[in-house]
Nanobody, 123 residues
Framework: QVNLVESGGGLVHPGDSLTLSCTAS?????MGWFRQAPGKDREFVAR????????TYARSVKGRFTISGDNADNTVYLQMNRLNSEDTAVYYC???????????????????WGQGTQVTVSS
């Protein structure tokens, strides 16, 4: 079992920036982020594979968001720039300890989930 603790959400204006963080209770193979807006399904945002620090982004955030991590502390960050109203959602940290798994963008590809942190972008 892996516990995930997220922080950093809040209310910002369009064009502003925000950084989320997530710390896992133990080492995993991959950590990342999903988000869920009201009335919508959970959407993949980004992931970081610790081996080689491979990073993957959703098309909707590529070029604006950056995922990074500190492996020693089992912590990942999501730097979000040029935020707009479409980014308003609950952001969930995810992690998975399995190796050699072809993970896509579906939620079932990730074993562990945090409680979520609210990000609201409003003028």
């Amino acid at each position: 079992q892996v516990n995930l603790v997220e922080s950093g959400g809040g209310l910002v204006h369009p064009g502003d920036s925000l950084t989320l963080s997530c710390t896992a209770s133990r080492r995993t193979s991959v950590m990342g982020w999903f988000r869920q807006a009201p009335g919508k399904d959970r959407e993949f945002v980004a992931r970081l594979e610790w081996e080689g620090t491979s990073r993957t982004y959703a098309r909707s955030v590529k070029g604006r968001f950056t995922i990074s991590g500190d492996n020693a502390d089992n912590t990942v960050y999501l730097q979000m720039n040029r935020l707009n109203s479409e980014d308003t959602a609950v952001y969930y940290c995810v992690a998975d300890g399995r190796r050699n798994v072809q993970r896509g963008v579906m939620p079932f590809g990730y074993q562990y989930w945090g409680q979520g942190t609210q990000v609201t972008v409003s003028s």
